[in-house]
């Protein structure tokens, strides 16, 4: 097995990310090309053949066998009936592809496919932060707010292939509209974007309109800043708190780039998400631990071909 690696893609609607792992999560070989989404899908078909090919022979001239492709894409994702059901408008006409079937066709090698979300949360479960734990939620704040509820260290998918949409569970009923035509999602409320629109909004002279800004600002004790944090923080800890209550898991994983933030972020989501429990919760031995995702950029990669070594 030690000479047994997988080839994991990372699908973004501005970057593919790609690399070949081994048997123990680490990527011996990287590749990263402009996703360039707006040729269309036959020629982001194209790209990805391409990246599997230069892959396959970079792992043939050192003698590696390669067990498959595993596949994370923006999108909801029908994995059994393989399927891309929905899509961003980074990735134009993506919907209704076939992937795995076609990629397998032209590469002669197994292809699993499954939304970036799940594939971010498999790669925690399998070497990251929730390697310790066999159930646990995932979290990505990012553009938009995605998840994942791992049960027994794989990702459960639901009925249809669909789990895990939270940033789209309301906490604000008339609150802001979202892309996904429903009013108060939370992903307009704890995403990065969200951020960047409640910065924006409170904008003055004092408070730069950067989200970084803002918590540099608010680290040095500036009262706006802190205040904008705090209730950045509040809205984040609310959906938690709901899913908390609703899976009771052994844990949450966090995800994005609100996570280099580290515990000035961390700390007032615990304690947030701590006061809005019901109060058995808090009578439990410890808390229910809320931390960092581990594996940054590199995630949705490794955790692209994670079933093919769990």
Request: proline share 4%; with cysteine; net charge negative.
């Amino acid at each position: 097995m030690r000479n047994e690696i997988a080839i994991g893609i990372d699908l973004g609607g501005t970057n593919i990310k790609a690399g070949l792992v081994n048997g123990d999560g680490s990527i011996i070989h990287r590749l990263s090309l402009p996703t360039e989404a707006q040729k269309g899908p036959e020629a982001l078909m194209d790209r990805l053949t391409e990246i599997i090919s230069a892959l396959q022979a970079y792992a043939g001239g050192l003698a590696l066998k390669i067990r498959g492709v595993g596949i994370g894409s923006a999108g909801q994702i029908n994995s059994e009936k393989d399927v891309v059901m929905g899509a961003t408008a980074n990735l134009p006409g993506w919907a209704g592809m076939r992937l795995s079937q076609l990629l397998q066709s032209r590469s002669g090698l197994p292809v699993a496919i499954d939304n970036d979300a799940n594939a971010m949360a498999f790669g925690e479960a399998w070497v990251g932060a929730g390697r310790n734990w066999r159930d646990f939620v995932c979290v990505t704040l990012g553009t938009g707010v995605g998840g994942c509820l791992i049960l027994g260290r794989r990702p459960y998918r639901g009925r249809d292939g669909f789990a895990g949409e939270f940033g789209h569970h309301v906490i604000e009923a008339g609150g802001i509209s979202c892309n996904c035509g429903r009013i108060g999602c939370w992903e307009q409320y704890a995403s990065v974007t969200a951020l960047i629109r409640m910065v924006r909004e409170r904008a003055t002279p004092g408070l730069l309109a950067t989200p970084k800004d803002v918590f540099n600002s608010a680290r040095e004790g500036y009262g706006p800043a802190l205040d904008l944090v705090d209730d950045y923080a509040r809205y984040v800890a609310i959906g938690l708190a709901n899913l908390i209550h609703t899976f009771n898991p052994q844990g949450i994983v966090i995800g994005g780039a609100v996570t280099e933030q580290g515990d000035f972020l961390f700390s007032r989501i615990r304690q947030m998400v701590a006061r809005g429990l019901l109060p058995v919760y808090g009578e439990a031995a410890e808390p229910i631990p809320i931390v960092p995702a581990e594996l940054g950029n590199d995630g949705g990669v490794v955790g692209a071909v994670a079933e093919y070594f769990i």
